[in-house]
């Protein structure tokens, strides 16, 4: 019975898995840094304090247990912000030595290669993992349990954060990815040929600053400043054209480095993970471009795509099985590779 936190950015979250099933998943998802167009690191801290004692509690009553019939304890120890991390790996700790249980740190990478084996059968060993959120973007070969290759990575913005930084451009709001999903859905993919930078030949690596700047650029260009900017005005016809070609743009990288990294790794199993998993226009290509390859898709339920403890959880309970606790002296490590 694993007691799961998860803290490494802007969700507080703790859940409840027996035997590697969901019991409770509780998510606390912080409002605060919509005014600021992005997770402010201090602000999110604070609030995980104050969060995490309910958060846990919610997640125990919805489970039907008690807090004595927890033989284990996963929490989030990285790649995430330090100050958020800790208030979760503290508490994570501190239940495990009152309860004297195993504690066992998990990498949040690791939780989302893991997410689609929630609530459903995940696919076999090996499979490809793009994760794709507001903080990572990158393609990992998972060979078997515990063994990963990171055949790609992201080397400026990831996908996730370019969605939220154009989407503060557009004057939409935060988290931008569900807001401009939703908005291009009114717009014209095809009405502005914005950049694609797949690097030098052969690269598996992403970029998108130069995709968000060129965004930025046409904006301006067109006289369409930010919209908190006196006298800015972006009409919603043309905000949901640049949002759509930007969405297009996004996806078309995407789909095209997993597929190659699929094709040449010789795997015909694709997962995909993280917050962007859950954007209906990269869904709905990787689904038709796998299947034209003869490859079979897997993405989580809407609910394990963000960030959340289940994932951790999962995780956890693999790593204790195969006697992988950790030392109550294990710290946050907030630049964590698999």
Known sequence: MILAIETSC???????LSNGAVLSNVISSQM??????????????????RALEAVTNAALRAAGIEKNEITGVAATSGPGLAGALLVGLMFGKGIA????????GVNHLEGHLYSNSLGDAGPEHPFLCLIVSGGHTALVLVRQLFEYQVLGQTRDDAAGEAFDKVAKMLGLGYPGGPLIDKL???GNPEAVRFPRSFLEEGSLDFSFSGLKTAVLYHLRDRGLMYPEEEGASIDRGTMADVAASFQEAVVDVLSA??????TRTGTDRITIAGGVSA??????????EAARKGMTLHYPRAEYCMDNAAMIGYVGWLRLKHDRASGLELGVEANLVL
């Open 10 to 16: 802007d969700e507080t979250s703790a859940a409840i």
């Open 32 to 49: 605060i840094h919509s005014q600021y167009g992005g997770v402010v690191p201090e602000l999110a801290s604070r609030a995980h304090l």
């Open 97 to 104: 030595c009152s309860l004297g249980v195993p504690f066992v």
């Open 184 to 186: 291009a859905q009114e």
């Open 257 to 262: 480095k997993t597929i190659e990294a699929a």
């Open 279 to 288: 954007n209906s226009l990269l869904r709905s290509r990787m689904q038709s």
